[in-house]
């Protein structure tokens, strides 16, 4: 493994994305997620993302200079126009601008549309909670999974994700894909070599595998089988056909370096707190958040990442050496 420091990791991103046909202000925030990302130890969504990132941005497939268009469609509704360009810098545009809008309305939806990747989605709740705000996430992908009972790709393995803030701690969040694993660390353990648990998904023949690149050929197996796939459905018409974005079955690749913008889409729904329980909301959360403590043996959703993220600003990240061999080069 290559050690780095998360200054270091930022500025190896910049450099890459600015020598990839990418803007410096679309670099910046780019190589900031995902380092973001790396720090709070979602690697699937950190540096491993950097090469395929590149060479999209290279080919044409994400515009690197694309610049986000916010449109507000109703006093409480948001659309932004991702205008084939990277989900980062759109997704941040619209969640600071309706922290502001929030103030009058209490509640908003926020549409993001021909996007591409977001990454680690609880980074963006988390912005939103940091703000004051209750956040949802919707995400849709390229297709990944098969309807319950298909056996041909449909779905997207569909993040998902939750922050509110808390009195006085670090928000809290839960982030999770539909799949029984993020897509993401499939592709880490291809680039390492290393093999993945069998019953995380099937090869292209519909047979469970170990071997990670066999499995990216294949499809994922969704989180609680037929009533988590049925859940996917539901992000699918969120993130997709709410937002006027294309479903997974129709998105190219986000590994690839080639082919058509994936274009699809990002549902958020952020509500001011105490608005909606009669400002009791931060002290009744903390009762919950107490009692699931009291219990030996748990931990709140958010709590590893927090730590991980310490951490890492202390004391850096390693990232596989294949990896940062081909960083190396790519940067000359």
């Known amino acids: 493994m290559a050690h780095l420091s998360l200054e270091e990791l930022h500025e190896i991103g910049v450099k890459i994305f600015s020598q990839s046909n990418t803007s410096p202000e679309v670099s910046e925030i780019v190589a900031g997620a995902l380092t973001a990302a790396q720090a709070d130890g979602q690697a699937g969504h950190g540096a491993s993302r950097i090469p395929s990132y590149a060479d999209q941005a290279k080919s044409g497939k994400v515009d690197g200079h694309a610049i986000p268009e916010l449109t507000q469609t109703a006093a409480a509704a948001v659309r932004i126009d991702a205008k084939s360009g990277f989900a980062y ?6 969640i600071d601008f309706v922290a502001d809008l929030v103030e009058d309305t209490g509640v908003v939806a926020l549409a993001v549309g021909h996007s591409h990747h977001s990454g680690a989605a609880g980074l963006h709740v988390e912005r939103a909670a940091r703000k004051g705000l209750i956040a949802l996430s919707f995400g849709n992908t390229p297709a990944a999974i098969a309807p319950w009972g298909g056996n041909k790709a449909l779905y997207g393995t569909n993040p998902i994700a939750f922050a509110c ?13 539909m799949s029984k694993v993020a897509r993401g660390k499939i592709l880490v353990a291809s680039q390492s070599g290393d093999p993945i648990p069998d019953d995380w998904a099937v090869d292209a023949d519909g047979n469970p595998t170990t071997d990670a690149k066999e499995a990216l050929s294949g499809t994922m197996l969704p989180m609680g089988d037929a009533k988590g796939a049925a859940l996917i ?4 018409i969120l993130a997709a056909t709410l937002t006027g974005s294309q ?4 998105a190219s690749s986000f590994f690839e370096g080639e082919g058509p913008s994936p274009h699809v889409g990002q549902f958020f729904f952020l509500a001011k707190p105490g608005d ?3 400002g009791a909301f931060a002290d009744r959360l903390e009762v919950l958040l107490s009692a699931v403590n009291d219990q030996p043996g748990t931990r709140l959703p958010g709590d590893r990442r927090y730590d991980l993220r310490r951490k890492a600003e202390a004391d850096g990240v390693d990232i596989p050496d294949k990896l940062h061999a081909d960083l190396m080069e790519r940067m000359g």
Request: net charge negative; no cysteine.
């Open 89 to 94: 810098p759109a997704i941040t545009m619209g």
């Open 165 to 177: 803030p808390r009195a006085g701690a670090d928000p809290l969040v839960v982030d999770l894909s």
């Open 233 to 236: 459905m539901v992000v699918e």
């Open 247 to 250: 479903y997974g079955f129709e």
């Open 276 to 278: 909606l329980g009669g």
